[in-house]
């Protein structure tokens, strides 16, 4: 017993001098927006870029011309919505401004990172695909409202715009289809147990 007691005794001595002798060293913390940098970033499209398109835009200018193509894409899309409960017959309106918002949206874009650059970006390889697919669904849509005046083919086109927006967005977010994956499980489990609890 005493035995017992005595290796008890010296197992949590051991145990003590290394809670004392155990020490974490943890990172200093450097917040980006409170820490002064001598040099902008690579890629920050706060700095006065020299775009190969338009090399003479300043900051303010590119944040400006951000601001106002964002607002005028906000302005189409919001537009294009109320021609949702009357899709059947005023179809090609409905795309018309739903395109042009698009063309405001992605216009907004190239101001902020410059032209060159967000269509290097744009059409890189691990993006190509959605992107070529997204520029060809807006050309068509625009074709079938504006040449070919078809309103059906118009719809078909502009449905399939919606889609390959939503891939290239997802493409373009970091994390986008597993986050989209993981919400999805979520709601999914959600939806069964909350489907199971209910009485029949």
């Known amino acids: 017993m005493s035995s017992l007691k005595s290796d008890l005794d ?7 001098d290394q809670k004392k002798s155990f020490s974490v060293k943890l990172p200093q913390l450097k917040v980006p927006f409170f820490t002064r940098k001598s040099e902008p970033e690579a890629n920050s499209w706060l700095k006065d870029t020299q775009d190969s398109c338009c090399p003479k835009l300043s900051r303010l200018q590119r944040i400006v011309g951000f601001v106002a193509c964002l607002g005028m894409g906000g302005l189409c899309m919001t537009l294009s919505t109320f021609y ?7 179809a090609r309106k409905f795309a018309l401004l739903y395109t042009l918002g698009s063309l405001f949206f992605i216009l907004s874009f190239c101001f902020l990172s410059g032209f060159g650059s967000f269509l290097k970006q744009m059409f890189s390889k691990p993006r190509l695909l959605t992107s070529i697919s997204y520029s060809s ?3 068509l849509t625009l074709y079938c409202a504006l040449v070919a005046k078809s ?10 715009q919606i889609i390959a927006l939503l891939f ?5 977010v970091p994390g986008g289809a597993t986050g989209i994956k993981f919400f999805g499980q979520l709601f ?10 209910l009485p029949v």
């Open 188 to 197: 999914k489990s959600t939806v069964s147990a909350s489907t199971s609890a």
């Open 151 to 160: 309103t059906a083919f118009t719809v078909l086109f502009a449905v399939t």
């Open 10 to 16: 010296e197992y949590l001595l051991l145990q003590s």
């Open 168 to 172: 290239m967005i997802l493409g373009m």
């Open 84 to 90: 949702i409960p009357v899709l059947i017959l005023k």
């Open 137 to 139: 669904c807006l050309l």
